[in-house]
């Protein structure tokens, strides 16, 4: 029970934060989506590091060393750290540039001038969204799974199908609720600062959960030794060719609708710059911990009355081993914290995504539509709620549906934007992408991405190999020849457009 | 050699050192605990890290700064969006 009051005061927490950062909100749609730009290097780093170490940072990292190994780390962290702050250099930098020159907020807005189509909008949007949602699906399964683990026996008369632990349809649903209220509070401000703090939450306790953890084994050197050895190489558990498609998932980035975002919106190019170098740090501060536990997990045992069992049973669900290392090795009260530093990782990307989601949808679709004097500033942040409310509806009641591995479902999500990257790379680089190009990227990516999902049984299957490499190598390499095929056998873009976002430099321009 | 080529490069030799295939099959251990497979890999984030730390310093696009601050400068309205 102490478990639940801990985590019911962090929620509370939350809330609080949110009634804060409203005191500072101005009222209006601008403060509400942007915060007036008023972001500096810190909370940029927190928010975007935030919102990017998800429940499968957590929970995936913990289920996939279970399920295959030390391999993970290689497969997403590492090359995170250097694929990411590449595409933060490349083209987050230079979106910033046109975001403060015209004025952008979101990346359809972008697309609609550079590729000279308000129709291009309507097409993208369903298709990001479509995108998202997994993204929060991950979080509402991951938290769901962690907090059923964390509270076996707190209620066994309430809910004795899941031995007293709180469910996850109202786990999820607390979680959702908690979210859309400090966001719906306080708008980006709040999901910023609320951001920042998760962010310091879940990476410290992340750390007092592994020391606590590797102590109850008797220490890491002891711990590694029950693990089992097969998981300890990748020998036998993915091939080297599939190993190096991991590569091309974390272009994701580049198309993230919430990094788009900021990207625009932020005060200054420099406060990018710690983002850039810390990025790939804090990766390895929340991620190394996470893939012990799993490999830990893969063999550890404790002591019982009734002799040695191991703690998580061969053919457990690979999503629950964090919540049962957590449950079952340490305390009551140490264990709600523990949960409370998950679930901060896990509501840290609900928030920008949710706001992210209502953003795009009175800007790019009612706004766009309707025209920008038709509604009131009330009007526009109650429609950019109300969006956000059907979304989460959608997502959880999916959430509800046959489980899937949190890991593999954050990678087809990932799968999709990255396989939108040669979009954005296109527009930012070369004059020659064209409106038509833009729509074929747009319409072969969606199709083939779906395609392959559905041929994986919506994620269900995880070996959908082609050629030995990731469904992301197909997906991306359809995706960037259409734009370049596409791109050259039809008409360029005017010269207006061309001379807006291409414009001479400063250096050749005073010459 | 132009600093950003020297970055750049350096992120390619970076990209191929990421296929360790020297220690696909290691199962040993540094430092007692820390399986090589994944010692290895935590030594690359540091590496990448500094890579990206070069970057800020010696190779930051500070042109595009300046064509922003050129022109708000002749645009003092603003964005257009």
Known sequence: ?511 | MKSRTVIWTLAVVLAVLHQDFWYWDDRSLWFGFIPVGLGYHMLYSLATAALWAAAVVWAWPSEVEEEVDAYLKAHPEGGEA
């Open chain 1, 1 to 511: 029970m102490i478990s639940v009051a801990i985590i019911a005061a962090y929620l509370a927490l939350l809330l609080g934060l949110g009634v804060m950062s409203q005191r500072l909100n101005k009222g209006t749609s601008e403060d509400f989506f942007v915060a007036s730009h008023s972001i500096g290097p810190i909370l940029l780093l927190m928010s975007i590091f935030g919102t990017t170490m998800t429940a499968f940072a957590m929970v995936g990292s913990t289920a996939e060393a279970f399920e295959s190994g030390v391999g993970v780390y290689g497969k997403m962290a590492s090359w995170s750290g250097l694929v990411h702050s590449a595409v933060f250099f490349l083209v987050g930098i230079k979106l910033w540039g046109i975001g403060r020159r015209y004025g952008y907020v979101t990346q359809i807005q972008y697309f609609r001038d550079r590729f000279e189509s308000g129709a291009f909008g309507y097409l993208l949007f369903p298709v990001l969204v479509g995108l998202v949602i997994p993204y929060l699906l991950v979080g509402l399964l991951g938290a769901g799974t962690v907090v059923r683990q964390v509270t076996t026996g707190a209620f066994p008369g309430l809910f004795p199908a899941t031995n007293g632990g709180v469910p996850h349809w109202v786990s999820a649903a607390v979680i959702s609720g908690v979210v859309l209220t400090y966001v719906f509070i306080g708008g980006l401000r709040a999901a910023a600062w609320a951001n920042t703090f998760q962010t310091i939450v879940f990476m410290a306790i992340g750390c007092v959960t592994f020391y606590l953890i590797s102590q109850r084994l008797g220490g890491a050197a002891e711990a590694i030794k029950m693990a089992d050895p097969v998981k300890l190489a990748r020998e036998g558990l993915v091939e080297p060719s599939q190993f190096l498609s991991y590569a091309l998932i974390p272009l994701s980035v580049g198309m993230f609708p919430h990094l788009f975002q900021h990207w625009l919106t932020a005060k200054s190019a420099k406060t990018f710059r710690l983002t850039v170098i810390a990025h790939p740090i804090f990766i390895m501060i929340v991620w190394t911990p996470c893939i012990l536990i799993g490999l830990w997990a893969t063999g550890a045992v404790m002591d019982t009355p009734t002799g040695l069992h191991r703690i998580v049973p061969e053919g457990a669900n690979p999503n629950a081993v964090l919540g049962m290392m957590v449950n079952k090795l340490t305390g009551d009260a140490m264990g709600g914290f523990l949960t409370a530093g998950i679930l901060a990782a896990i509501m840290s990307s609900l928030d920008s995504q949710f706001m992210c989601l209502g953003t795009m949808f009175t800007n790019d679709v009612v706004v766009h539509f309707c025209g920008e004097k038709r509604f009131t500033d009330r009007q526009k942040i109650f429609m950019a709620r109300a969006f956000i409310v059907a979304i989460v509806v959608i997502t959880y009641l999916l959430s509800l549906a046959e489980p899937r591995s949190v890991f593999a479902l954050g990678i087809w999500c990932f799968t999709g934007f990255a396989a939108l990257f040669p979009l954005v790379f296109a527009a930012v680089y070369w004059k020659r992408a064209t409106r038509a190009a833009a729509f074929a990227t747009v319409i072969v990516t969606a199709a083939t991405w779906f395609w392959l999902f559905r041929a994986s049984n919506y994620g269900l299957d995880r070996d959908v190999l082609i050629f030995g490499m990731m469904p992301v190598a197909v997906i991306l390499a359809a995706s960037a020849v259409t734009m370049i095929v596409v791109s050259l056998i039809t008409a360029p873009p005017s010269r207006e457009t061309l001379d807006k976002f291409f414009p001479p430099r400063l250096a050749d321009a005073s010459n």
